[in-house]
């Protein structure tokens, strides 16, 4: 269903982070290079969140808390 839609805006309880949707490959790929961008930050972060999170934001929402403005533009890029 995602994967028909050009975008996907998620609201990090007050830190509005646009993802650009024009990744080739599944949403399972997508959602994979987003561990892999957020492992780039905080090691370990996918055991930390056991691979699945209760909220689509929550683990990015956790990196963006703790690494600042840098990683919000390098998440949004």
């Not at 982070?17 to 996918?46: A, H, M, R, S, V």
């Given at each position: 269903?995602?994967?028909?839609?050009?975008?996907?805006?998620?609201?990090?309880?007050?830190?509005?982070?646009?993802?650009?949707?024009?990744?080739?490959?599944?949403?399972?790929?997508?959602?994979?290079?987003?561990?892999?961008?957020?492992?780039?930050?905080?090691p370990?972060?996918?055991?930390?969140?056991?691979?699945?999170?209760?909220?689509?934001?929550?683990h990015?929402?956790?990196?963006?808390?703790?690494?600042?403005?840098?990683?919000?533009?390098?998440?949004?890029?």
């Amino acid at each position: 269903m995602l994967e028909n839609k050009k975008a996907i805006i998620f609201d990090f309880d007050g830190v509005l982070c646009f993802l650009n949707w024009n990744y080739k490959g599944t949403l399972y790929q997508w959602k994979q290079g987003l561990w892999d961008l957020l492992e780039e930050y905080e090691p370990g972060i996918k055991k930390k969140f056991g691979g699945t999170v209760s909220y689509s934001y929550e683990h990015v929402d956790y990196v963006i808390r703790k690494y600042g403005q840098k990683a919000a533009t390098k998440i949004n890029d």
